[in-house]
């Protein structure tokens, strides 16, 4: 016979957690493969597909790094709200309606270059903090939980955009496919070869700011500290209100950034879920949040870590002819072993025999 205890770690060093970490992303790909390979494809396939081809071929690496800027801009929004003990899951639905204020910005406004492209990507901002300010508001007034609001409100904007490229902003000139029209020439952001290198530049700045707002602000200080312990944080004075408010706001102008920037330099019109803007990077970009530790510098690697899986899993959905939602899957059996990680480093199992 024997017995389970789990006792809290009270001291844990940054080397352990750091080991957990690697140590659960290695048994989340691990589980991913051991998948693959029960459904008959080869191991061997499904690593290089996954790892080599990815950050090795110029060709997919470019394709990776296409993925990882949005998904490194959102997951560095993801960071703040989650510092502040707030699991916001709403960053699909926000990037969605930036793409779609950015959409409105290019076809109804008479600009000229580049003030067109500066203005649309401000108008994408908008878009993402008005999308976040619902549940942000049910949160810092009512205390709603933020999982339901903010998966709730990524639903509502997957049925806007539907309503817009099946109804008022559907093209004529798209052989009945729900397309809207391509965004005029001079909104567009150009990539070299392939690569959105403004995108990335915007990325590494914003990384930048959320290093300053989370390691040298007022705002990053009681941010942490609601989200270490919130009930010392509300006795010392700071206000609940505005840590939620302008944490969702952050999170929500940067999915709202990363929407319109997929639009202005990739997409170049919106359409239905095989041609979305989104690509299901909002709900990546949790993974990639949590894979970092919730530091900014450390976003960047993970970001471009997450790109590489999101164009290998494409890869091999196409290779092996399996369903769009392997991904998802991938994504699940991540996240699923970095809770399973969090678990570990706050507690311990003894075992004890009799």
Same mark, same amino acid.
């Given at each position: 016979m024997?017995?389970v205890?789990?006792?809290?770690r009270?001291?844990?060093?940054? #080397?352990?957690?750091?080991v ?5 992303f290695?048994?989340?790909?691990f589980?991913?493969? +051991? ?7 080869n ?6 597909? +996954?790892?080599?081809r ?9 394709v ?9 801009i ?14 916001s899951i709403?960053?699909?639905g ?8 950015a959409a ?5 406004l ?5 003030t067109?492209?500066v /203005?649309a990507?401000l ?15 049910l949160?810092?007034?009512?205390n ?5 609001t903010t998966?709730m409100?990524?639903f509502?904007?997957?049925s ?11 093209s004529p000139k798209?052989y009945? =496919? ?7 020439t ?6 070299h070869?392939?690569?959105p290198v403004i995108? =990335?530049?915007?990325?590494t700045l914003? /990384? =930048?700011?959320?290093?300053v ?15 270490l312990?919130?009930?010392?944080a509300?006795a ?6 505005k ?11 940067l999915a709202?950034?990363?929407g319109a920037l997929q ?14 803007v989104?690509?299901g990077?909002g709900y ?8 970092? #530790? ?9 970001s471009?870590l997450?790109g590489a899986?999101?164009?290998?899993g494409?890869?091999?959905k196409a290779? +092996?002819?399996?369903?769009e939602g392997?991904v ?6 991540i +996240?699923l072993?970095?809770?399973a990680?969090? =678990?570990?480093?706050?507690? #311990?199992?003894v075992?004890r025999?009799?």
């Amino acid at each position: 016979m024997f017995r389970v205890k789990v006792l809290r770690r009270y001291e844990v060093s940054s #080397r352990f957690k750091l080991v957990t970490y690697l140590t659960s992303f290695i048994v989340g790909v691990f589980l991913f493969i +051991l998948f693959e390979v029960l459904l008959g494809a080869n191991p061997y396939e499904v690593v290089d597909r +996954l790892f080599v081809r990815p950050l090795t071929s110029y060709d997919d690496l470019r394709v990776s790094i296409r993925y990882a800027v949005p998904i490194g801009i959102i997951a560095s929004g993801l960071l703040i709200v989650y510092r502040a003990g707030i699991y916001s899951i709403g960053a699909e639905g926000q990037m969605a309606v930036g793409a779609v204020f950015a959409a409105w910005a290019a076809y109804t406004l008479s600009l000229g270059s580049p003030t067109s492209v500066v /203005v649309a990507l401000l108008v994408g901002v908008l878009g993402g903090i008005i999308w976040g300010l619902l549940p942000a508001t049910l949160k810092a007034l009512l205390n709603v939980n933020e999982v339901l609001t903010t998966l709730m409100m990524n639903f509502i904007a997957y049925s806007l955009v539907d309503y817009l490229i099946y109804g008022p902003w559907r093209s004529p000139k798209s052989y009945g =496919f729900p397309l809207t029209e391509p965004i005029p020439t001079v909104f567009t952001i150009p990539t070299h070869d392939g690569v959105p290198v403004i995108n =990335f530049l915007v990325f590494t700045l914003v /990384v =930048f700011l959320t290093y300053v707002v989370t390691k040298m602000s007022k705002l990053g200080f009681q941010i942490r500290a609601y989200g270490l312990n919130p009930s010392t944080a509300y006795a010392s004075g700071m206000s609940f209100f505005k840590v939620v408010l302008l944490s969702f706001v952050i999170s929500g102008a940067l999915a709202g950034l990363a929407g319109a920037l997929q639009l202005l330099s990739i997409h170049h019109r919106l359409g239905p879920k095989s041609w979305s803007v989104t690509e299901g990077l909002g709900y990546t970009a949790i993974v990639a949040a949590w894979i970092s #530790r919730l530091e900014p510098l450390a976003m960047i690697p993970a970001s471009l870590l997450m790109g590489a899986l999101v164009n290998g899993g494409l890869a091999i959905k196409a290779v +092996l002819g399996q369903s769009e939602g392997v991904v998802n899957l991938m994504n699940g059996m991540i +996240l699923l072993s970095i809770v399973a990680a969090e =678990f570990f480093i706050n507690y #311990r199992l003894v075992i004890r025999f009799r």
